[in-house]
């Protein structure tokens, strides 16, 4: 690979198509490490994060099979900023853990999809180069209830929520407004950031 660059962070808002550009940036040789299906591996039912979840949070943050129950925990979330700050002491570290794990054992580039990333977070350190993809609000909530049924509403407190579009590009080496892209103009683009950033796809 050139100029040394091996691990490569990728954020984005809800609904700002990061899942696609992941799928196009592992067509081009790169490791995928997401850190949202280590956090869903961590609280299925049996997960690893799930006993510190229920003593934290008592047992009805669990459902019926065991699991964690996301939209109980995403409304307590959204109504006590404490609980968040107590959701993520308990489950940050042990994704963080997992992803330097699967890091380690990957060949090649690696790219940490982390949908919290921030100027604060350790990710920004730990990677040569920061993708963010971007959108309008609109588009994010108009994306996200086509795919999920939820109301528009609920998708635009989970926006709120989020870092703001504006602290995510500054923290980018690179900005793919993914806004009225078609997938084929979307995988030109990154494409071309490949090729800057690491040379001929390796895959």
Same mark, same amino acid.
């Not at 990728?10 to 196009?24: E, H, P, R, Y």
């Not at 008592?58 to 065991?66: F, N, P």
């Given at each position: 690979?050139?100029?040394?660059?091996?691990?490569?962070?990728?954020?984005?808002?809800?609904?700002?198509?990061?899942?696609?550009?992941?799928?196009?940036?592992?067509?081009?040789?790169?490791?995928?490490?997401?850190?949202?299906?280590?956090?869903?591996?961590?609280?299925?039912?049996?997960?690893?994060?799930?006993?510190?979840?229920?003593?934290?949070?008592?047992?009805?943050?669990?459902? #019926?099979?065991?699991?964690?129950? @996301? +939209?109980?925990?995403?409304?307590?979330? *959204?109504? =006590?900023?404490?609980?968040?700050? &107590? $959701?993520?002491?308990?489950?940050?570290?042990?994704?963080?853990?997992?992803?330097?794990?699967?890091?380690?054992?990957?060949?090649?580039?690696?790219?940490?999809?982390?949908?919290?990333?921030?100027?604060?977070?350790?990710?920004?350190?730990?990677?040569?180069?920061?993708?963010?993809?971007?959108?309008?609000?609109?588009?994010?909530?108009?994306?996200?209830?086509?795919?999920?049924?939820?109301?528009?509403?609920?998708?635009?407190?989970?926006?709120?929520?989020? #870092?703001?579009?504006?602290?995510? @590009? +500054?923290?980018?080496?690179?900005?793919? *407004?993914? =806004?009225?892209?078609?997938?084929? &103009? $979307?995988?030109?683009?990154?494409?071309?950031?490949?090729?800057?950033?690491?040379?001929?796809?390796?895959?």
């Amino acid at each position: 690979m050139s100029n040394g660059i091996r691990h490569i962070g990728l954020t984005g808002g809800i609904g700002s198509g990061k899942s696609t550009v992941s799928a196009l940036l592992v067509a081009h040789g790169a490791t995928l490490v997401d850190t949202d299906a280590i956090a869903h591996s961590l609280t299925t039912p049996g997960g690893p994060a799930m006993p510190a979840l229920r003593q934290r949070f008592g047992d009805d943050v669990a459902d #019926a099979s065991g699991a964690l129950d @996301r +939209a109980r925990m995403r409304s307590l979330v *959204f109504a =006590d900023p404490d609980a968040k700050r &107590a $959701l993520e002491g308990i489950l940050h570290p042990m994704i963080g853990a997992e992803a330097q794990r699967q890091a380690a054992a990957a060949h090649g580039v690696v790219v940490f999809d982390v949908p919290l990333l921030s100027a604060a977070s350790h990710w920004r350190a730990a990677c040569q180069r920061i993708l963010v993809v971007d959108c309008s609000t609109e588009t994010q909530v108009q994306r996200v209830m086509a795919r999920s049924g939820w109301p528009g509403e609920q998708v635009r407190r989970v926006i709120a929520q989020q #870092a703001t579009r504006e602290q995510r @590009r +500054a923290l980018a080496d690179a900005v793919l *407004f993914n =806004d009225g892209l078609s997938r084929d &103009a $979307l995988a030109a683009e990154v494409a071309q950031l490949w090729a800057c950033w690491i040379g001929p796809a390796t895959g």
